[in-house]
């Protein structure tokens, strides 16, 4: 068993806009990579390009449109390439309450402890982005 990161977010918009947000590379960049390919369906490979030295990839495991999307990665650095993340969406009265988890990293490390700090302002990012249409420049992003 490895270790997990959890994060839910209220987003005030509906799961579709949301589930569009986390899985099409054109929103993607607005607030994740520089730059994104992919096709949100089960077995199919996105690529998430950070710089030459972070050109990532992971497989498509679920793609349950305003739902669910989840990414399982296979070429990443050493502490990612054995982990999942998600984005779970359940709809709610005034919005969207994302559930995000990153799981089965190998080890409670430095990297583990960074990552889960950026993936907190990430999704401030996403929140304001599907709220607002706010894009954070990328070299801005942590």
């Known amino acids: 068993m490895g270790y997990a990161i959890f994060h839910d ?4 918009a ?8 986390v899985s099409l590379p054109w929103q993607l960049i607005h607030w994740w990579p520089l730059k994104c390919e992919g096709v949100p369906s089960v077995g199919s490979m996105y690529n998430f390009f950070f710089t ?8 498509v495991t679920k ?14 650095d050493t502490d990612w390439n054995p982990t999942s993340f998600g984005f779970d969406l359940l709809e709610q009265d005034n919005g969207t309450l994302l559930q995000f988890w990153h799981k089965d990293w190998p080890e409670c490390n430095a990297h583990f402890k960074r990552s889960s700090y950026c993936w907190a302002l990430l999704l401030k990012g ?4 599907v709220e607002n249409g706010i894009v954070v ?4 992003r942590s």
């Open 137 to 140: 420049p990328f070299e801005q």
């Open 9 to 12: 977010v209220h987003i005030s």
């Open 63 to 76: 793609a349950d449109e305003a739902k669910a999307f989840h990414i399982k990665m296979t070429k990443a």
């Open 52 to 59: 030459a030295e972070y050109d990532w990839f992971g497989k």
């Open 126 to 129: 996403l929140k304001d982005y």
């Open 14 to 21: 509906a799961p579709k806009a949301l589930y569009d947000a």
